[in-house]
T-cell receptor, first 114, second 114 residues
Framework: GESVGLHLPTLSVQEGDNSIINCAYS??????FIWYKQESGKGPQFIID???NMDKRQGQRVTVLLNKTVKHLSLQIAATQPGDSAVYFC???WGGGSNYKLTFGKGTLLTVNP | KAGVTQTPRYLIKTRGQQVTLSCSPI?????VSWYQQTPGQGLQFLFE???????NKGNFPGRFSGRQFSNSRSEMNVSTLELGDSALYLC?????????????FGEGSRLTVL
């Protein structure tokens, strides 16, 4: 899994399997979390977000789980496809207005094998 | 709807020079943020502009500056370039300030400092 500040880990899965990408965030005051996907040569693309008053949120084929007790965030991708191959970043945000601080993790490289 | 456009996509400079990068946000988006992405440090927040005013800034030296125009287009400038400034510079736009919403990233400007 990934922790904000560590080297880029990798995850390799077979097409059709489910993928789970983990992220340990650092600030217990963080109140908003986002997952981004970055394909080679492109900018990050928003996948899904979750606020700290929730512990689960589902999108299309993706689910984000938030465990505030252990400061852990995960992204689950169902029926992983080759097009899901990319680097996935979690980001934590705390504060608001002009005093927010958004911190990105180093990312996890997901490789989907056909 | 056109996405976030960054120019130039690639550029090479030498130490001591300066560089200006440009970002055109999605139409209707008034917030523009800039990020530096390197293999070692990952994605790091530079600054955010909204309605032509800098609303938030990260921990970068004063050599990094930016501005936003009345049409929401933004530029960032790096003066007295150092080798360590080599990076992918990403611009992101959003409807709201303060990262309470989805960020839309451009494909970045890759700067190489020799």
């Amino acid at each position: 899994g990934e922790s904000v500040g560590l080297h880029l880990p990798t995850l390799s899965v077979q097409e059709g399997d489910n993928s789970i990408i983990n992220c340990a965030y650092s600030n217990s005051a963080s109140d908003y979390f986002i997952w981004y996907k970055q394909e080679s040569g492109k900018g990050p693309q928003f996948i899904i977000d979750i606020r700290s008053n929730m512990d689960k949120r589902q999108g299309q084929r993706v689910t984000v789980l938030l465990n505030k007790t252990v400061k852990h965030l995960s992204l689950q991708i169902a029926a992983t496809q080759p097009g899901d191959s990319a680097v996935y970043f979690c980001a934590e945000n705390w504060g608001g207005g002009s005093n927010y601080k958004l911190t990105f993790g180093k990312g996890t490289l997901l490789t989907v094998n056909p | 709807k056109a996405g976030v456009t960054q120019t130039p996509r690639y550029l090479i400079k030498t130490r001591g020079q300066q560089v200006t990068l440009s970002c055109s946000p999605i139409s209707g988006h008034r917030s523009v943020s800039w990020y530096q992405q390197t293999p070692g440090q990952g994605l790091q927040f530079l600054f955010e502009y909204f309605s032509e005013t800098q609303r938030n800034k990260g921990n970068f030296p004063g050599r990094f500056s930016g501005r936003q125009f009345s049409n929401s287009r933004s530029e960032m400038n790096v003066s007295t370039l150092e080798l360590g400034d080599s990076a992918l510079y990403l611009c992101a736009s959003s409807l709201v300030v303060g990262n309470t919403g989805e960020l839309f990233f451009g494909e970045g400007s890759r700067l190489t400092v020799l």
